[in-house]
């Protein structure tokens, strides 16, 4: 059974603040009325009977200590940055299998948690920007892309020449090398490594020769954004599922924090942690 993260997180939040609240408000009072009544009875405001009086009950004490960790981690993961980590190969090479990264969660607007609501608009996703969002088809599930088409464009992709081209215009790329993958990446071997130059970006992609993935013409309805993985031929992408709403946008992708890989031979990859998203 999948666990809704988000809504789990705000309802331990909200009872723990509630429990908390309860005894600030009712039964703390309670309890120092009684502890001053003892005293007044010539019991020493030291004494372990008064330390007893004014202990909080295990269930306060802990949602005492809990309220602000979850509190904290609510507004940092809702207002701020997410971690996520990456499980398939689709934006080979620029992010791999077991890619732990951050996502600037108010880049394109602050939302409610769970609602999901834009209450505050702050930007608009620009092309080569790499984004997490809720997979259309099952808003359940987070995806990751790179935006090559906003509203409006004409988007363009076919196996002849495995070129992308934006309104009418071929996007500029040059092959780098024949790539030679790693860990669970060591699929990718053999494939064709090109530096593609998107929008203000210049990033990795790869394709496969040989390799039919989903080509066609598309138009990108006001809204909604056309989005591809950088591993062009193995990536499941608004080729197959059409484009992507605004409204399911999460946050863009910047930083890569951790890389565990069982498949690599050092397990943790280094080399990765502290990489800026391109």
């Known amino acids: ?43 020493s405001a030291d004494s372990e009977e008064i330390s007893r009086l004014l202990r909080e009950p295990s269930l306060i004490e802990n949602a005492h200590s809990f309220f602000p960790v979850l509190l904290t981690v609510l ?40 609602l999901d609501t834009k209450i505050i608009s702050i930007g608009e996703p620009a092309r080569g920007d790499v984004v997490v969002f809720r997979y259309p088809e099952d808003p ?6 790179r935006v090559v088409g906003l509203p409006g464009d004409r988007i363009s992709y076919h196996n002849k020449d495995k070129t992308l081209y934006v309104n009418g215009k071929q996007v500029e790329s040059s092959q780098i090398d024949i790539y030679q993958g ?4 060591t699929v990718m071997s053999g494939a064709t490594h090109s530096k593609e130059h998107l929008g203000e970006i210049d990033h990795e992609i790869l394709t496969t020769p040989g ?5 066609g013409d598309w138009v990108v309805p006001p809204g909604q954004y056309f989005v591809m993985g950088d ?19 999460v946050g863009k992708a910047f930083f890569i924090w951790m890389n565990w890989d069982a498949s690599s031979e050092g397990i943790i990859g280094w080399q990765r942690i502290g990489r800026i998203i391109q």
Do not use: C
């Open 231 to 249: 591993n062009r031929d193995n990536s499941k992408d608004s080729r197959y599922w059409g484009t992507l709403p605004e409204e399911n946008l």
């Open 140 to 145: 359940s599930i987070d995806y990751i892309k």
């Open 75 to 114: 507004l940092l993961r809702s207002f701020l940055v997410e971690p996520f980590r990456i499980p398939s190969g689709s934006m080979m090479p620029t992010l791999l299998i077991g890619d732990f990264i951050l996502v600037n969660k108010f880049a394109y607007g602050i939302r409610l948690p769970v």
């Open 182 to 185: 790693v860990g669970s990446g």
């Open 211 to 215: 390799h039919l993935s989903m080509e």
């Open 1 to 43: 059974m999948k666990i809704d993260f988000p809504t789990t997180l705000v309802v331990a939040t909200f009872l723990t603040g509630l429990i908390w609240a309860f005894d600030i408000i009712f039964l703390l009072p309670r309890r120092r009325k009684i502890a001053e009544n003892v005293m007044a009875a010539g019991v």
